[in-house]
């Protein structure tokens, strides 16, 4: 086999959403010629709450590497765990390539500081390398525009590391194409000697059928046959507030049509870590929507634990960004979670085409900033349509044999093919 490093500062017992990308890959690698080696920092640097669990999920026989990391100062000022560990990890990696003869360096981002190892690992041991994208890095958030401010800098700052970072890459990937469209039309000089791939989380059956074997159930809320209950889980992005708010609007115009909807929004607070960091209420209690229609749990809870509310739940409900590049990571596991999906989502979001095309949800598309005010006027018409779908669902009836183009294991046998044609080349 072929040997790939991939530098994922967080992995599991992490609980960020962001260690499921690597995870995924590393279990399924193999299947097409690769041996995965895990490059992390040691869990007791984190400053998330661990997730034990997710140790069940990981594949048996994974070579995982840790390194150390500076700690985080009182005052905090360097919480990013890339930057903390960020010597510790070009050293320990500089070793495992030349030892290991490995063909391949991939580093998925956020952590995006850690993607400058690449280009400093390839100057200084060849390797080839790659950087995916979780996230955009030079990007604007809200804010963003204000001079000198923390958004401004961030964004500043990106620009001028993203480009010596990505330089000598031979691969860039994202979860989707707009992740990385940015850097292609920054950086036109790339074409020639860089490949480039959209590849999606995907969504992994085993961890829904590891649900099954803990014969457990929800803990958030009580199952109510009387009641259509829905489950958000999941960060909310800071351009998904107003769609949001269109939603509630609507709700609370015609209470009547949403008599007996809950929506239980999981993990969307401030912080991961604190239950009182609520974000979802006080615009439900602005609507007078709070504990009626809309409940909100602001601390992130384990991956399998989500999966069992899921599983307990009427349904899924997921809500997009008005930008246009998000595609929740979130739908596939709503997918394969075999739920009825309810779905607000940019009409270019690719999630829109998985719903569909599956058979698995209804979707409610809006163009953008400016097609969040029709949102209001046209969400009562929907979830009604919702109900009569939901009446009628069967997983039976859903596409999965198209949706498994969107499993875990056939979106890393595309990385696989990359790193192939680079590799050979």
């Given amino acids: ?51 034990h669990q997710l140790s069940r999920l990981l594949p048996e026989g994974l070579q995982i590497e840790k390194v150390s990391a500076f700690p985080v100062t009182r005052p905090r000022l360097i919480g990013d765990l890339g930057l903390r560990a960020f010597r510790q990890l070009y050293k320990r990696a500089r070793h495992i390539i030349k030892e290991q003869a490995i063909d391949f360096l991939y580093i998925p981002i956020p952590s995006f500081y850690v993607a400058l190892l690449g ?15 979780i996230d955009p890095w030079v990007h604007r958030f809200p804010g963003s525009e204000k001079l000198f401010s923390r958004h401004w800098l961030s964004w500043k700052l990106a620009s001028i590391l993203e480009p010596i970072a990505i330089k000598k890459a031979s691969l860039i990937t994202g979860v989707a194409e707009g992740y990385y469209k940015g850097v292609q039309e920054r950086n036109p000089e790339l074409a020639p000697t860089c490949l480039f791939g959209a590849m999606p989380y995907g969504g992994e059956a085993a961890d829904h059928l590891k649900v099954k074997e803990l014969h457990t159930g929800p803990y958030l809320f009580q199952q109510s046959k009387g009641k259509i209950q829905l489950v958000y889980a999941g960060a909310m992005l800071p351009k998904a507030y107003r769609p949001l708010e269109a939603i509630m609007q609507a709700m609370a115009k015609a ?44 601390a992130r ?14 349904g899924v409900f997921i809500l997009g960004s008005t930008e246009p590049h998000y595609t929740p990571s979130k739908v596939y596991q709503a997918v394969l979670s ?48 919702y109900i009569t779908f939901q009446q009628h669902f069967s997983p039976a009836r859903v596409n999965y044999l198209l949706f498994d183009q969107f499993s875990a294991k056939s979106v890393t046998g595309q990385l696989a093919q990359l790193l192939n044609k680079i590799t050979v080349a």
């Fill in 1 to 51: 086999m072929k040997k790939i490093l991939i530098i994922s500062p967080h992995f599991p017992p992490s609980n960020l959403a962001a260690v499921h990308r690597s995870r995924l890959f590393a279990q399924h690698l193999p299947e097409f010629g690769w041996e995965p080696v895990i490059l992390a920092v040691d869990e007791k640097y984190y400053e998330e709450k661990l997730d």
């Fill in 338 to 385: 075999q739920k009825p999906v309810l779905a607000v989502l940019h009409a270019q979001s690719t999630a829109c085409e998985v719903l569909r095309n599956t058979g698995a949800g209804l979707v409610l598309p809006f163009e953008g900033e400016e097609g969040v005010d029709s949102i209001s006027g046209i969400f009562p018409r929907i979830f009604q349509e």
């Fill in 119 to 133: 280009r400093w690992l390839h100057a200084s041991t060849g390797v080839k390398y790659g950087i995916d994208y």
């Fill in 255 to 298: 209470p009547s049509v949403f008599a007996d909807l809950e929506i239980h929004f999981i993990g969307t607070g401030k912080t991961p870590n604190d239950p009182e960091g609520y974000n979802i209420r006080p615009m439900a209690e602005k609507y007078g929507l709070w504990e009626k229609v809309i409940f909100e749990y602001p």
């Fill in 301 to 314: 809870i384990p991956y399998l634990d989500v999966l069992i509310h899921l599983d307990a739940a009427s």
